[in-house]
């Protein structure tokens, strides 16, 4: 699991407007969706029937 120490900035009636977040803090949240989003691309191909193809052939 992901931890991320947030910080939420309200706005004037008290709702959640904002969340400051660190450098590190935004690179590691930003690794973890590009990770989520191959895992997820991988899960539809793999239900693609005939959709494996060669390395050689995605590489051109």
Do not use: H, P
Not at 3 to 22: C, E, H, M, P, Y
Request: charged share 40%; glycine share 4%; proline share 0%.
């Amino acid at each position: 699991m992901l931890q991320i120490k947030k910080r939420i900035i309200t706005d004037k009636n008290g709702k959640a407007a904002s969340v400051v977040l660190t450098k590190k803090e935004f690179d590691r949240l930003v690794c973890y969706i590009e990770e989520l989003e191959d895992v997820a691309s991988y899960d539809s191909a793999k239900k693609v029937k005939g959709a494996a193809r060669k390395w050689e052939d995605v590489k051109r």
